[in-house]
């Protein structure tokens, strides 16, 4: 390991820590399975039974880290100094004094709603002009956008967005011809092309929001700790209007501030990154952070795909700290409005967490961080788990109700053994576990009563009231996610890879028609389930009940979720109410206002401005001469793909753009020969079927 920075005091007080969090995980767990075990028929002596146990064990392990990460936070949060925060404080004054601490502001994109990620960027500029240290920053969004008419639609947006703020020499674009390792290969590309020119980087994802006090306050700490290589936020959710994206903002408003101060004082500087909503400092980044290819076919092996916790690795291998300000506002993101979003960004995820298992013998790696790998793989390999448990429980209350009691075992007994259910100990168990999950958010929202901070979510009835509902959405949702978290482990051990779309970031809704393709078959398996319960084992059927009902369930669960209507109903009755509506800063504000001019103006623009990005690209004057400038040179092109390209352009110029495929027009917009002939013929055109084609007026 890079010796460049001594051992430090918060090393120690992290060893203890974790070793504490440590033995209190293995004391609960060992309890509670040791009462699983006393439940069971035979006292988990049978194989079948003991799987039982030893799966149940591992998972009541798992929900026990969240509990006691929770208390951690709490007694962080409850104390009113930390010894170990970064952030300034309040009352101090912070400004930025060394000119030559430029940081550039990153937004990789690809395929993204590009007024809205342009709105974004106007804000955060904005608000940082505001602050008075905007000479400190640059601006540079990153596109991956496969799709032409994307492609030259952030073209515009982004000469738009200059020009309205001035800012030419201060927000840049940049999109990259050959898609390679995601966002983290745009990132690494931007390093090997422009980072030397910056001593920090901060990343933001397409719909993130950062206020401009909050990135000066960033840089402002990494100039004060020497030690740090990356400083993470926790970014809060905000602007969306379904009812399940409603209640995963008020989850992240009102539990996520003590899990994240929890994660905090375990962690320390051996903290990970989310890979967005933070800064970096760019030398050590590109000298340590490198991700390799592993070995093997997609999806176990190739390019690493959540590259963030391996970066955050890499960095601590080379004795920089990574640290996460937990404290630290004005950090916002947003999350999927339905459950389909949220499932398919999931696999992508479940895909690249899973790879980390194969970096847990990597040379050098901190225990913490191997840990950390561990526990992102388990964040989905617990589903898997969870259903492996129902399952061998099923099949053990099945047996059982075809079983013949044997009272008189072989060898001697003086006594019959009669089977004995104590459901005193069922219901403690039962007791137990929901404590563990439950208890940790009545913890968060007793902690916003006591500190006066109820009012920001509506008052204490309307805090407890979407406690109440966000609790009962989280049991109706958990076994749909398990059973789809368990395919996703499944199918990605089997080899099979996912594809990595766009985001839909919109409040537009499932379809019904979507939901049954999607939830089909959890609905059949549901219900094969619970018949093959009812007629072989009743009483299990009922214990069962709050696992396959909601399966059975998932379609209209799933669309009635994502009617931003049903979310808005929601937010008049006072449920599931979050301080950044209640009171909203004014990024959000600024953004709101933004999104809505742009709806407004989208609704009233004349039709040849209404035009797909390509077309506009080859018929506006003024956006094909910003394409042409954005272009390489003119290169000399053998006579085989001259050839081809003329062909090409004839027959956009006598077919028009729907003729043409996604690559041909890609193919076009590359070429700026092609590209400008193209321009000329549409124009001096006198045939009306070519000008109709194009959108020219007659």
């Known amino acids: 390991m890079n010796q460049r920075f001594p051992s430090v005091p918060w090393q120690k007080t992290a060893r203890v820590r974790r070793a504490l969090l440590l033995a209190l995980i293995l004391v609960t767990s060992l309890i509670a399975s040791s009462h699983m075990a006393d439940l069971l028929p035979h006292k988990g002596t049978t194989p079948l039974e003991l799987a039982v146990v030893i799966v149940f064990t591992v998972l009541f392990a798992w929900i026990s880290i969240g509990f006691w990460e929770a208390v951690a936070g709490l007694l962080t949060l409850a104390r009113r100094y930390d010894r170990f925060a970064l952030s300034p404080r309040e009352d101090e004054k912070v400004s930025l004094d060394n000119r030559d601490a430029l940081t550039a502001i990153l937004i990789p994109i690809a395929n993204e709603d590009v007024g809205r990620v342009f709105a974004g960027l106007r804000v955060i500029y904005e608000s940082l002009a505001k602050t008075g240290e905007l000479q400190h920053f640059h601006f540079f969004v990153l596109s991956d956008s496969a799709d032409p008419d994307k492609w030259v639609e952030e073209e515009i947006a982004w000469a738009r967005t200059c020009r309205a703020l001035d800012a030419f020499d201060r927000v840049f674009y940049r999109r990259r011809k050959v898609n390679l390792k995601r966002k983290s290969g745009n990132i690494a590309d931007f390093c090997r092309r422009w980072g030397r020119s910056y001593r920090y980087m901060v990343v933001l994802d397409a719909d993130s929001i950062m206020a401009g006090s909050t990135l000066v306050k960033m840089v402002w700490v990494m100039e004060r700790n020497p030690r740090v290589g990356i400083l993470q936020t926790a970014p809060l959710a905000a602007n969306r209007e379904t009812p399940i994206a409603r209640t995963q903002q008020f989850s992240n408003h009102a539990y996520g501030p003590m899990y994240a101060a929890g994660l905090h004082s375990i962690q320390l500087g051996d903290s990970h990154f989310w890979g967005h ?79 980390h298992i194969r970096l847990l013998f990597t040379r050098g790696l901190l225990t913490a961080h191997r840990a950390l790998f561990l526990h992102g793989a388990m964040s989905y390999g617990s589903a898997l788990l969870w259903f492996i448990f129902v399952s061998l429980s099923t099949a053990e209350a099945m047996v059982e109700a075809f079983r013949t009691p044997v009272y008189f075992p072989t060898g001697r007994a003086l006594f019959p053994d009669w089977p004995v259910w104590h459901p005193r100990w069922a219901l403690t168990l039962l007791a137990t576990t929901a404590i563990i999950l439950f208890m940790p958010k009545l913890f968060s929202v007793f902690l916003l009563v006591v500190k006066g901070q109820s009012r920001r979510f509506g008052g204490v009835f309307r805090l407890f009231l979407s406690l109440i509902g966000e609790v009962f959405f989280s049991a109706l949702f958990a076994p749909v996610r398990m059973l789809f978290h368990s395919k996703f482990v499944f199918v990605t051990l089997l080899g099979r890879q996912v594809g990595w779309g766009p985001q839909q970031r919109e409040d537009l809704g499932t379809s019904w028609g979507e939901a049954v393709r999607f939830h089909g078959g959890a609905t059949a398996l549901a219900l094969l389930w619970a018949a093959a319960l009812f007629l072989i084992n009743r009483s299990f059927f009922w214990w069962s009940s709050p696992i396959f009902l909601p399966l059975i369930l998932s379609i209209p669960l799933s669309v009635l979720s994502s009617r931003a209507g049903a979310g808005r109903w929601l937010r008049k009755l006072g449920v599931f109410l979050v301080p950044v509506e209640i009171s909203p800063p004014p990024e959000i504000e600024s953004l709101q206002r933004i999104l809505y001019i742009q709806e407004v103006s989208r609704q009233t623009l004349p039709l040849h401005e209404k035009e797909s990005g390509f077309v506009k690209a080859v018929v506006d004057p003024w956006v094909v001469g910003l394409h042409l400038s954005l272009l390489r040179k003119k290169r000399r092109l053998s006579e085989a793909i001259a050839k081809r390209r003329q062909r090409l352009q004839d027959k956009a110029f006598s077919q028009g753009p729907k003729a043409l495929s996604t690559r041909e027009k890609k193919e076009i917009l590359y070429d700026p020969g092609a590209l400008l002939q193209l321009h000329r013929r549409v124009w001096e055109s006198s045939d009306p079927a070519v000008t109709q084609r194009w959108g020219l007026p007659s």
């Open 277 to 355: 909503n933070a800064i970096i400092r760019v030398e050590p980044f590109m000298e340590h952070c490198a991700l390799p290819q592993l070995p093997g076919k997609p999806p176990r092996g190739g390019f690493i795909l959540s590259h963030d916790f391996v970066e955050a690795a890499f960095m601590r291998r080379g004795g920089w700290e990574v640290w996460l300000a937990h404290d630290l506002g004005g950090s916002f993101e947003e999350v999927p409005p339905t459950l389909l979003e949220e499932l398919k960004r999931d696999r992508r995820w479940c895909q690249g967490n899973l790879q």
